[in-house]
């Protein structure tokens, strides 16, 4: 998905990542004001993404238990396809690497008055441009569903498809106006409202589904998302107003910055497109494969975007804006430092996550979805999909924040041919690998491909920022320690955990107990191993609580 290759930039020596803990001292926002701490902002939406995954995930349980992993599902999943694509491309794209480093650089500059003409301009070319792609697609809608997303799928299912499209192509528009509220917002280091964005989207699916599927069936989830759509704007609009924004529609195409937004937007749009016709491929691949088959893979990624979201979404949202000002301010090494203060907490907390999902995948499957419809052999059939998209968990993670490295410095090309350089390569592994491995064999090109995108970006940045000389080496070895220890301790726990939590070996509420028990002694195998080798993200987490235990004991602790 994602070469702008100028010359390599000026290498002085990069400080050891030891000494970037990821509290960092305020750096001055726009209008010369101190921005919050990484790690607070970070906090905050790490806290909003863990409640909007957990949303997520009741609303995939709603699903699960109406619908099971059956051809209704299959079509509910598959009506997504095109209009995300439509969201992704256009909207997505425009107010996230396009939008953010052109208004951010006006505002950080105190000039308030070209970020606001720019935002107009960009709002409204983008929403005309979706509403009529939105229009041709309606009319489109059959061939592109028989012929293009799930061909394999029974005629009736394919007809629910098309429907649930059609129905669904209100929602880019809506969503888009959510996502250009929050593009605005935190270019000015406003992270609250956007963050919380998802959770109301989240919560309108989940009561359409509680209150209308009896009567609707499964187009009462689809009522949810468009409802949804709406309110995920609505609610940042008490917020955009506090930050004093200023639209009047325009068609003006010299409006300063528009033209660096749509040079940024094309390569952009190049990736969304990438990364979204993936996923029409594995589509299309598993309508081929079982009824079920494309279900159980969404519900396999929704899984999988509980940590992700959590880690490497929250980390990439916060750290954007701060390179993009970074970059346009010419602070090169800072821009490093920011990147170092991301990338460590980032693979300390990925690799135990992926580890975990990995072993206790059936454990968490049956205590997470299987209700209602949700049999076990649904249970069987997504759980094989979890294990390679928990393998490929941290090249998620680095292909979310090495992208934002890139568009934060103006550069949306290397990012893109990344990107369309794995789509031939995900077709051709998808047509080899699903006929021995199922959908599994799906989930691990997905894995692979990105794996493939990670090492290229990387490759790139290393190239162009000097990122070698950081200093790394010893610190990896550390946190290959605490995993392999922590990695002991999940060994032992993850057969019996499997046992205990089968349909009928114990009530559901003592086998999500035991899970949530398992969980937490492999995170504490996992931070006290990594106290033991000395990491210090782990000491930063422990010298709080130790001064505050110590406190309660009415002694002193120095760390």
């Known amino acids: ?302 899984l999988l975007m509980l940590p992700h979201g959590v880690l490497a979404l929250s980390i990439s949202t916060v750290i954007f804006p701060t390179m993009s000002r970074l970059y346009d301010q010419g602070r090169i090494e800072e821009l490093r430092t920011t990147f170092f203060q991301a990338v460590r907490p980032l693979v300390y907390l990925t690799i135990p996550a992926s580890i975990g999902l990995l072993a206790f995948r059936l454990p968490i499957i049956r205590v997470t979805l299987r209700f209602g419809s949700f049999d076990e052999s649904s249970v069987r059939l997504v759980a094989a999909p979890v294990a390679f998209f928990a393998m490929g968990l941290i090249f998620y993670a680095f292909v979310e924040v090495l992208t934002r490295v890139f568009y934060a410095m103006r550069d949306t090309r290397t990012p893109v041919i990344a990107g369309l350089s794995t789509i031939a390569l995900n077709i051709l592994l998808c047509g080899l690998l699903v006929g021995p491995l199922g959908i599994a064999g799906l989930a691990l090109s997905l894995s692979l491909t990105t794996a493939i995108e990670g090492a290229i970006l990387a490759a790139v940045l290393i190239w162009r920022l000097g990122f070698r000389d950081a200093g790394l080496g010893f610190w990896s070895y550390r946190v290959v320690l605490a995993a392999l220890v922590m990695g002991g301790f999940v060994a032992a726990l993850a057969g019996p955990l499997e046992v205990v939590t089968r349909v009928g070996a114990a009530p559901a509420p003592t086998g999500a107990l035991l899970l949530a028990l398992a969980i937490g002694i492999a995170a504490a195998a996992y931070g006290l191993a990594s106290l033991i080798v000395g990491l210090p993200e782990a000491e930063r987490v422990a010298a709080p609580l130790a001064n505050r235990a110590a406190k309660l004991l009415g002694t002193s602790h120095r760390p």
């Open 1 to 302: 998905m994602r070469a702008s290759f100028r010359s390599p930039l000026s290498r002085p020596k990069v400080p050891s990542p030891n000494t970037y803990p990821l509290q960092m001292e305020p750096v001055p926002g726009p209008g010369g004001t101190a921005r919050p701490a990484l790690a607070r902002s970070a906090g905050i939406i790490a806290v909003a993404f863990v409640a909007s995954r957990v949303l997520g995930l009741v609303r995939e349980v709603i699903v699960a238990y109406y619908f099971g992993t059956g051809g209704v599902s299959d079509a509910y999943v598959a009506a997504f396809r095109v209009p995300d694509l439509l969201f992704l491309v256009i909207m997505a794209g425009s107010f996230g690497s396009a939008f953010v480093p052109v208004f951010a650089g006006f505002m950080g500059r105190g000039d308030e008055e070209r970020a606001w003409r720019l935002a107009s301009a960009v709002i409204t070319w983008s929403t005309l441009s979706v509403a009529v792609l939105a229009s041709i697609i309606f009319l489109a809608a059959e061939p592109i569903v028989r012929r293009l997303v799930v061909p394999g799928l029974e005629p009736e299912f394919q007809q629910i498809t098309i429907n649930l499209m059609r129905l669904l192509l209100l929602s880019p528009m809506l969503l888009g106006l959510g996502i250009a509220a929050k593009g605005i917002l935190e270019a000015q280091d406003r992270y609250v409202l956007p963050a919380l964005a998802p959770l109301v989207y989240n919560l309108s699916i989940i009561l359409g589904g509680i209150f209308l599927v009896p009567s609707f069936g499964i187009y009462a989830l689809g009522i949810g998302v468009v409802v949804g759509a709406a309110a995920h704007f609505a609610i940042q609009v008490p917020e955009l107003l506090k930050s004093g924004i200023r639209f009047s529609p325009t068609l003006d195409r010299s409006i300063d910055g528009l033209g660096t937004v749509w040079r940024l937007l094309l390569p952009r749009v190049l990736g969304q497109a990438a990364f979204q016709i993936n996923f029409i491929v594995v589509t299309f691949f598993a309508s081929s494969v079982s009824e079920g088959a494309s279900a159980a893979m969404n519900f396999a990624w929704q």
